[in-house]
């Protein structure tokens, strides 16, 4: 049962390196999304898609970009990355039944940033 | 602006008590709520939901009420374990095509023994 996978669990980044944080998800979900957590901020909501092609930007999007080319797939992409980056990332689906759905999470990725 | 506030970063309670964690938003268009619960280094696992046309929703030692007009929920968790120790989300989503679920900052609860 694999649900939400996300590589790397552990990565360390100059400033100004970009970089991609994979996720996928094998339950044939058609939302997706990715989250930060920082200490004392909770969970903020990156970018999130409702099906292939369409995406759209969360709370905190600046500095990154995704694109949702397949139903499993939603990969995360740090243009230049800056030490404000550092952060747990999350990925996240669920089913789309007119709202309302339970959201499954990947384990995270640790992202720092020097 | 936060819209969705979890105002007590940290709870202690004792083994056997009930926890009780609060939630507040400021949305009036949120209409499903969910709770959920964070071990370190794993990622958040769902507990339970309401739906906003309910004021209350169990699941076993799990309880959440809804007060739609103060705009405010609370997780209630009788008897608390030690293995409930954990920091505990509460999130928000329109539902009606927007799919945008917003969380809140957490409330960290340990449950001593």
């Known amino acids: 049962n694999a649900g939400v996978t996300q590589t790397p669990k552990f990565q360390v980044l100059k400033t100004g390196q970009s970089m991609t944080l994979q996720c996928a998800q094998d339950?044939?979900?058609?939302?997706m999304s990715w989250y930060r957590q920082d200490p004392g901020m909770g969970l903020r909501l990156i970018h999130y898609s409702v099906g292939a092609g369409i995406t759209d930007q969360g709370e905190v999007p600046n500095g990154y970009n995704v694109s949702r080319s397949t139903t499993e797939d939603f990969p995360l992409r740090l243009l230049s990355a800056a030490p404000s980056q550092t952060s747990v990332y999350f990925c996240?689906?669920?089913?789309?039944?007119?709202?309302?759905?339970?959201?499954?999470f990947g384990e995270g990725s640790w992202l720092t940033v020097v | 602006d936060q819209q969705v506030k979890q105002n007590s970063p940290s709870l202690s309670v004792q083994e056997g008590r009930i926890s009780i964690l609060n939630c507040d938003y400021t949305n009036s268009m949120f209409d499903y709520f969910l709770w959920y619960k964070k071990y370190p280094a794993e990622g958040p696992t769902f507990l339970i939901s309401i739906s906003s046309i309910k004021d209350k929703n169990e699941d076993g030692r799990f309880t959440v009420f809804l007060n739609k007009s103060a705009k405010h929920l609370s997780l209630h968790i009788v008897p608390s374990q030690p293995g409930d120790s954990a920091v505990y989300f509460c999130a928000a989503s329109e539902g009606s095509g927007t799919y945008k679920y917003i969380f809140g900052t957490g409330t960290r609860l340990k449950v001593l023994a």
């Open positions: 339950m044939n979900h058609e939302y």
């Open positions: 996240a689906s669920s089913q789309l039944l007119g709202g309302g759905n339970t959201i499954y």
